[in-house]
């Protein structure tokens, strides 16, 4: 009967301590990445009250980013790997990020190569790798992603990331610098090979008196 009574009470407890937790308890909408809804707009759907889908959402912060997006090069060919860092600064650290590769001042929203998520830096791709957001929302300082350019020649890409800083505080609209398209040696041959030529032309008409 005592048995009874207190597993009875301890039942009742542990709902009473899970209803407070999930009261209580902060309801990060999206631990695990961005949604494939922000895939175009790539806005956090992160709402006023974190708990009603019904209050407004939130804005972006409008002052300078505490974070920068890096490239490894700014020269890029068809399926060229750059590698992409979005890193904090000494005090800021992020929980969330969204990043995509967009043409350069285009708001058309087209989404540009692939990237590849290794899971052990906690990402993870969206929009059919077009996409790469976090797995989980460790805090972290830096972030290093591959991305592979498509296939064909484009023409000054530019990455494109949202961070959260926390629920309440994101910036989107942060850009890498533009990358310069290159196809591929050519564009390093071709002034090199006009400077050969001229050198040799030199050369013969030197030559020649
Ligand atoms: C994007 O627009 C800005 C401002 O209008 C301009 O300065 C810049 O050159 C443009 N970049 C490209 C790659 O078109
Ligand atoms: C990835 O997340 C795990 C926790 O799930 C953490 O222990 C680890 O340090 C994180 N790795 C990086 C590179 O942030
Ligand atoms: C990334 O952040 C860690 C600390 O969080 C730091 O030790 C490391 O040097 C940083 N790497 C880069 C490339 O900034
Ligand atoms: C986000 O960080 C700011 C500044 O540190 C803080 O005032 C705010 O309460 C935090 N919001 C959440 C939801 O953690």
């Known amino acids: 009967m005592t048995a009874h009574i ?41 709402h006023a009250d974190e708990d009603n889908s019904n209050t407004p959402l939130l804005q972006p912060q409008t002052t300078t980013p505490y974070y920068t997006v890096l490239v490894s090069t700014t020269d890029v060919e068809p399926n060229g790997h750059v590698t992409v860092t979005i890193s904090a600064d000494q005090s800021h650290d992020y929980e969330g990020f969204f990043l995509q590769a967009r043409r350069a001042n285009d708001t058309s929203g087209t989404r540009y190569g692939t990237f590849t998520a290794d899971s052990s830096n906690n990402v993870t791709t969206r929009c ?11 805090e972290r300082y830096n972030t290093s992603v591959v991305w592979m350019a498509p296939s064909t020649k484009v023409y000054n890409i530019q990455f494109k990331a949202t961070v959260v800083n926390n629920y309440s505080i994101f910036f989107t609209n942060i ?35």
């Not at 308890?25 to 895939?39: D, I, K, L, T, W």
């Not at 790469?132 to 929302?137: A, E, F, M, Q």
């Open 175 to 209: 850009h890498s610098q533009v990358l310069n398209p290159s196809t591929g040696s050519s564009a390093v041959v071709v002034p090199s090979l006009g400077l050969s030529l001229f050198v040799l032309l030199l050369r013969l008409i030197n030559h020649v008196h």
């Open 6 to 46: 207190t597993s009875l009470t301890s039942a009742r407890v542990s709902f009473i301590l899970m209803v407070t937790f999930l009261a209580v308890g902060r309801v990060r909408m999206y631990p695990n990445g961005a949604p494939e809804e922000s895939c175009s707009d790539m806005i956090p759907l992160h």
């Open 128 to 138: 059919s790798s077009q996409g790469i957001t976090h797995s989980n929302n460790v």
